[in-house]
């Protein structure tokens, strides 16, 4: 695209969700409107949702990639069963981006279950959105 | 789902839809008729933000699934003009009523569209009307003239009303006196609701044209007061449309209404990729348009100038 002013993920669906028990959304918010500032569609679930809840929202919107906020510190678990219910649907090729309070002992473990990135509340938000559209190969 | 809904595919069609350009609609769209009569009930849900719309649907959706119908739900939340995206979160609010495989809702950027749709609205009902459902609904962002857009683009339109929203006057204002077969004040619970129903109901009495008269409901979400009236009343404007031949009456302004939309949309996507840096180009269309508009008016309010053996003087 030869048009400089096009966001940088312009025309990108990317949903932010909230699997497992933890009741605190304001990190997943700020993502949502950074992301959306940044040109993406974000569709946002609410708090407390179980993988395949966001697996299936996740295929019925057609989206790009999945954004995991997790605090409650199951995020293993919670990315492994969100990856399992997305290949169960067929929709496996969808990027799964984690972040929250991840230990960084834990990376390599989510890296492993195929997250594409994994964000802490250290990085800042031009990272991360420069990070989302490098992996949806979007022009920037 | 037992006759096999593609989620998978419909998710990712309906995303290509969503961005498609008018040339990718037309080619999308290929050589079929412009007009088909459409499988299935088109519904159309428009209110204020924050009257209650996301809600009111989860709940109509739990009373209409619960009957075994499969439903399809389009819903608009604005697009940000300043970055181009957007946040979709009233899907939240409907699932938290109606989390079931029957229903299927799919979140829109308002996009270009000014009437509280999105751009390529008839492409997405389309592709949603391949599928078995049985309904097809359309929530509107809610601002401006939404309730104007909607009305040309569904079979039944709901519009939702506040209570204490003001007299009836901001609702003539508004227009929505003109448009809706069904009428909802939501928050049944809190003053003024009744009042409003009633005054609403006390207009509609006197303006309503036609031989279908907009009932006036008064619902409850939370509660699930009015949700059933408000089924009926769809049934029974349903019936109303199916006895009064009201689909075919209905179904040329849908085909214009799509017209308009992609000729204002090319007309848009001409001027946006007319020239990056603009000024010249766009003071060039500009002229353009000023002179033959000068040239096709001072032909009409003087026609012998243009042709001297025309004899008809204007009237």
Same mark, same amino acid.
């Given at each position: 695209?030869?048009?400089?002013?096009?966001?940088?993920?312009?025309?990108?669906?990317?949903?932010?969700?909230?699997? =497992?028990?933890?009741?605190?959304? #304001?990190?997943?918010?700020?993502? %949502? !409107? @950074?992301?959306?500032? /940044? *040109?993406?569609? +974000?569709?946002?679930?609410?708090?407390?949702?179980?993988?395949?809840?966001?697996?299936?929202?996740?295929?019925?919107?057609?989206?790009?990639?999945?954004?995991?906020?997790?605090?409650? =510190?199951?995020?293993?678990?919670? #990315?492994?069963?969100?990856?399992? %219910? !997305? @290949?169960?649907?067929? /929709? *496996?090729?969808? +990027?799964?981006?984690?972040?929250?309070?991840?230990?960084?002992?834990?990376?390599?473990?989510?890296?492993?279950?195929?997250?594409?990135?994994?964000?802490?509340?250290?990085?800042?938000?031009?990272?991360?959105?420069?990070? #989302?559209?490098?992996?949806?190969? %979007?022009?920037? | 789902?037992?006759?096999?809904?593609?989620?998978?595919?419909?998710?990712?069609?309906?995303?290509?839809?969503?961005?498609?350009?008018?040339?990718?609609?037309?080619?999308?769209?290929?050589?079929?008729?412009?007009?088909?009569?459409?499988?299935?009930?088109?519904?159309?849900?428009?209110?204020?933000?924050?009257?209650?719309?996301?809600?009111?649907?989860?709940?109509?959706?739990?009373?209409?699934?619960?009957?075994?119908?499969?439903?399809?739900?389009?819903?608009?939340?604005?697009?940000?003009?300043?970055?181009?995206?957007?946040?979709?979160?009233?899907?939240?609010?409907?699932?938290?009523?109606?989390?079931?495989?029957?229903?299927?809702?799919?979140?829109?950027?308002?996009?270009?569209?000014?009437?509280?749709?999105?751009?390529?609205?008839?492409?997405?009902?389309?592709?949603?009307?391949?599928?078995?459902?049985?309904?097809?609904?359309?929530?509107?962002?809610?601002?401006?003239?939404?309730?104007?857009?909607?009305?040309?683009?569904?079979?039944?339109?709901?519009?939702?009303?506040?209570?204490?929203?003001?007299?009836?006057?901001?609702?003539?204002?508004?227009?929505?006196?003109?448009?809706?077969?069904?009428?909802?004040?939501?928050?049944?619970?809190?003053?003024?609701?009744?009042?409003?129903?009633?005054?609403?109901?006390?207009?509609?009495?006197?303006?309503?044209?036609?031989?279908?008269?907009?009932?006036?409901?008064?619902?409850?979400?939370?509660?699930?007061?009015?949700?059933?009236?408000?089924?009926?009343?769809?049934?029974?404007?349903?019936?109303?449309?199916?006895?009064?031949?009201?689909?075919?009456?209905?179904?040329?302004?849908?085909?214009?209404?799509?017209?308009?939309?992609?000729?204002?949309?090319?007309?848009?996507?001409?001027?946006?990729?007319?020239?990056?840096?603009?000024?010249?180009?766009?003071?060039?269309?500009?002229?353009?348009?000023?002179?033959?508009?000068?040239?096709?008016?001072?032909?009409?309010?003087?026609?012998?100038?243009?042709?001297?053996?025309?004899?008809?003087?204007?009237?």
């Amino acid at each position: 695209m030869s048009d400089t002013n096009t966001p940088v993920l312009a025309r990108k669906r990317i949903l932010v969700a909230k699997p =497992g028990l933890d009741g605190h959304d #304001v990190g997943a918010k700020v993502i %949502a !409107l @950074a992301l959306r500032d /940044a *040109g993406a569609d +974000v569709i946002y679930t609410g708090l407390r949702r179980s993988p395949d809840y966001i697996a299936r929202v996740a295929v019925d919107e057609g989206v790009d990639a999945v954004g995991l906020s997790i605090l409650s =510190g199951s995020h293993v678990q919670l #990315v492994a069963d969100t990856r399992e %219910a !997305l @290949a169960a649907a067929g /929709a *496996g090729d969808i +990027v799964v981006f984690v972040g929250g309070t991840i230990p960084a002992e834990d990376h390599p473990a989510l890296t492993e279950l195929g997250a594409a990135a994994i964000f802490t509340s250290e990085d800042p938000l031009d990272d991360v959105v420069a990070r #989302v559209a490098a992996e949806l190969g %979007a022009d920037s | 789902m037992t006759d096999a809904l593609d989620r998978h595919g419909l998710g990712r069609r309906l995303s290509a839809a969503t961005d498609a350009s008018v040339a990718e609609v037309l080619e999308a769209r290929g050589s079929g008729p412009l007009h088909r009569p459409h499988r299935g009930h088109r519904l159309g849900i428009t209110g204020p933000p924050g009257v209650g719309k996301s809600t009111l649907i989860g709940a109509l959706a739990n009373e209409r699934l619960a009957d075994g119908r499969r439903i399809g739900i389009v819903a608009v939340d604005p697009t940000s003009p300043r970055s181009g995206g957007s946040i979709l979160g009233d899907r939240i609010r409907i699932d938290a009523a109606a989390d079931h495989e029957r229903l299927y809702v799919r979140s829109v950027p308002s996009r270009l569209a000014g009437d509280g749709l999105t751009d390529n609205l008839p492409d997405l009902v389309a592709a949603l009307e391949r599928e078995p459902f049985d309904e097809i609904w359309v929530e509107t962002v809610g601002v401006g003239q939404a309730a104007y857009g909607v009305r040309r683009c569904v079979d039944t339109l709901i519009v939702l009303v506040q209570p204490g929203s003001g007299d009836t006057v901001q609702a003539m204002k508004a227009g929505i006196l003109e448009v809706g077969d069904v009428y909802v004040v939501t928050r049944a619970d809190r003053p003024g609701a009744e009042q409003t129903a009633a005054e609403l109901d006390a207009t509609l009495a006197l303006t309503a044209t036609g031989d279908w008269r907009p009932p006036v409901l008064l619902t409850a979400a939370p509660t699930g007061a009015g949700i059933a009236e408000l089924s009926t009343a769809i049934e029974a404007h349903r019936h109303h449309l199916d006895e009064s031949g009201g689909i075919e009456r209905l179904g040329p302004d849908q085909a214009r209404y799509d017209v308009e939309r992609l000729l204002q949309r090319r007309v848009r996507e001409l001027i946006a990729h007319s020239d990056p840096t603009g000024v010249q180009t766009l003071d060039s269309m500009y002229r353009g348009v000023v002179e033959r508009l000068s040239a096709e008016l001072s032909a009409t309010q003087n026609p012998t100038n243009q042709n001297p053996d025309d004899k008809e003087s204007p009237s």
